[in-house]
């Protein structure tokens, strides 16, 4: 494509991350902020590509002979994951693609934009072999950028809102731009048309009795950011505050309509951090779902304390099959060190309402928040077998640049993971925190017998096979079978042999 523009890339790495369970049973997401950010820089005259690398499986020399041949005024490497926590562990891959580009074309311009460069500006631009690091969420910034690129070789880059750069042996920093105020016309959604949107899929638990309708596939956003303040989450870092933005409920809808009447596709994640938040937002969405007839299979975001029993019913008549719930802890006194003040009953009494209306429960639940013990720690796992969720996702806590928690573990003198690839639930060289009680060790140990215990249990099973079938709980079955390789567990028992993975991140 002569005269390229905007080159975007979404790195991947999908092997890395999750090891083998990246080939079945994880969600092959599209990239939201490629698309987003495509949508932007092109409703401004610009054009655009996106080379989605995990979704096309492309190397990073490929993904850099592909930039030389399109040689675009700019390349924006956009570390956004499937969730916040998800950008920092794409960090390897995208250090990859930025070394290859750089060997294979001299010259091109390459800016790295995601939650972790958000995060850690500074010290991003010091590790990584670009031009200029994002401070923000990035679609202004890197609008502004190509403009002033277009215009010159050598812009003035101090007027350009967002970046950080070197200047000889200075790093310099610009003024952060404003949020994006008007989503509905500036972020109307993805750019769906310069996606293979033939080859995302979503995760295995989404389609439990329907395993065979995880493509087509797709997630949209309804909101952009967060006004609560959990200690180990980092969505907020590239928006630079706790906030809250909406699209109007015909701007969701509108993009829903799109991808249902011409990409085929009714299974669907709402990735808002939080969307069963505001009732006027979610009611005028759900209403306008619940006007057509899509048979959709959707699963969002929800807290036990935003669910109200009165929109449920509504919930499920728009599509809503699956609500993930922030459990994090079965210790009321380990969710209030963690900023999530609510009791075992209320969750369990949420958690069945939920279930009543035909709406099945993700269940989140952390081990390793600062306050847990191994007793915390039990009390979390026997919460999870009471609530008996169609789903669970167990965490080790981490400390994930952007969140309070990072910095907590900084100033206590934790040991963070030696490479970015360790901030990866299900990498090999997965390190979660220790706490103030037990280790590291001790928490990655009890997440992954936890995990046997859940799915291995004969009360979730005869559950999975009641509600989704007997196909389900030979899936399930076969999911338990997988393994992760663990080098911390590796080095205390001396075997490869680990205990099994969490097959399907809900939030990564």
Known sequence: MAGLDLLLIHPGGRKGVYQDLGETFTAIEPPLWCGLIA??????GCTVQIIDSDADQLGPSIVAEMVADLRPTLTAVVVYGHQPSASTQMMPHARDICGEIRQKTSGQKIIIVGGHVAALPEQTIEEEDVDYACTGEGPVTIFELLS????????????????????????????????ISDLDTDLPGSAWDLLPM???????????GELGSRQPY???????????????????????KNGYRMRSPESVVAEIDLLYTKYGVRTIKIVDEMFVLNERHVTGICELLAERDYDLNIWAYARVDTVKPHMLSM??????????????????????GALKSFKSSDIAEIVHTIQAADIHVIGNFIFGLPDDTIKTMQETLELALELNCEFANFYSAMAYPGSPLYNIALDIGWDLPEKWSGYSQHSFDTTPLPTNHISAAEVLGFRDQAFDKYFQNKRYLDMVQQRF?????????????????RAMLEEITGSSANKDPDPAVAKA
């Open 315 to 336: 919930l499920r008549k728009a599509g809503i099959r699956w609500l993930a719930l922030g459990i994090e802890s079965g210790s009321e006194h380990v969710r209030d």
């Open 218 to 240: 797709a997630s949209i956003y309804t909101s952009l950011g967060c006004p609560y303040k959990c200690v180990f989450c980092c969505i907020n870092a590239p928006f630079g």
């Open 39 to 44: 949508t932007y820089v092109r409703n401004k």
């Open 198 to 208: 033939e080859k995302y899929r979503a995760h295995n638990w989404q389609c439990f």
């Open 469 to 485: 079938g007997n196909t389900t709980r030979d899936h399930v079955h076969g999911m338990t079978k997988k393994k992760l390789r």
């Open 148 to 179: 002033a690129l277009k215009l010159s070789d050598d812009p003035d880059l101090s007027e350009i809102p967002g970046i950080i750069y070197r200047d000889g042996d200075e790093v310099v920093r610009t003024l952060n731009p404003p949020l």
